[in-house]
């Protein structure tokens, strides 16, 4: 301001300022959204899609059962070899002792028959009835269960990726067991090909009914009771000769899955099998397992959602 317009009072306009190259730049940068432009509201996914709520994300694709289950499966898989070895030697000694011992009482036949069937196949009912249904106890009282439910994992995958994995746990002592039987008892070797259709049929029936018990039950000392008599139950009515058994007995066996299981491999020792009753034993044990997973699903949506 010149000291003449000072002394009258006025003032003096400034200099308009001219905006730098670099500055309208910056401003131009700042105005430039981040925000693809197909996903915004005008955009042209916004526009393929006239129900979708303005600015709303887009939710990942569920995720698909078969490959959810093959990662549960090696997960649990991984995770057995770790903690139940030593458990999966028990039940092996377990059944290699009850056949040293019934071999005293039993000469052959089709008694020992069905002792080493019913050893073989209890191999499976100690890891895949009794673990499974302690694991599953274990898991709802402590809260494992939550972590599974905030997976995208289809409930089915967890249920049957927990099951198929116990039941593949037991293909070592299951054949240890089959073929020391067969050695103890004079029983032929030949047929002991028809384990790889016994065990994951037994497997699976058992390891639904195992997982069933755990989810259903309030506490896990309920769940791992369950699960003891579940296996006891295969011991008695499985290793035990059908015909010295009383009749309300033989019908309580005729309710157990396992023995299904059994009757298909003790018919394998014969000279000449009736494939015909071995394949509808196996059929039975095939629908048993359906069923038992089926509810074990049913139990562990019911408790993820406790």
């Known amino acids: 301001m010149s000291a003449r317009g000072a002394r009258m009072g006025g003032t003096v306009p400034a200099p308009p300022v001219t905006a730098r190259p670099e ?58 070899r770790v903690a139940r070895i030593p458990l999966l030697f028990v039940a092996t000694f377990q059944s290699v002792g009850i056949m040293i011992l019934m071999r005293g009482v039993v000469d052959g036949g089709g008694e020992a028959r069905a002792v080493v069937a019913g050893s073989a196949v209890l191999v499976v009912a100690f890891v895949a009835l009794n673990l499974l249904a302690q694991y599953f106890g274990q898991l709802r009282a402590s809260g494992g269960l939550d972590h599974y439910a905030t997976l995208p994992v289809p409930p089915a995958a967890v249920v049957l990726g927990a099951a198929g994995a116990y039941a593949s746990f037991t293909v070592p002592g299951t054949v240890v067991t089959a073929v020391f039987g067969c050695v103890l008892f004079g029983l032929p070797l030949t047929h002991l090909w028809v384990l790889v259709a016994v065990i994951p049929l037994a497997g699976a029936a058992l390891a639904g009914l195992g997982a069933a018990l755990g989810l259903l039950a309030p506490r896990p000392e309920l769940a791992t009771l369950l699960g003891q008599l579940g296996m006891s139950a295969a011991l008695l009515l499985g290793v035990l000769p059908a015909e010295r058994m009383p009749g309300v007995v033989r019908l309580a066996r005729d309710l157990l899955p396992s023995t299904y299981g059994v009757e298909a491999f003790a018919r394998t020792f014969g000279k000449d099998p009736d494939w015909a009753l071995v394949l509808g034993d196996l059929a039975v044990c095939a629908a048993v397992g359906v ?14 959602v406790r």
């Open 291 to 304: 069923v038992s997973l089926a509810v074990a699903t049913w139990a562990y949506r019911r408790a993820a």
């Open 23 to 80: 500055d309208r730049e910056e401003t131009e940068l700042r105005d430039v959204s981040v925000v693809p432009g197909d996903v915004r509201p005008g955009g042209a996914l916004a526009a393929e899609r006239p129900g979708a709520a303005p600015g709303a994300a887009e939710l990942a694709p569920a995720a698909r059962l078969w490959p959810s289950l093959a990662a549960v499966y090696r997960a649990q898989l991984s995770r057995a």
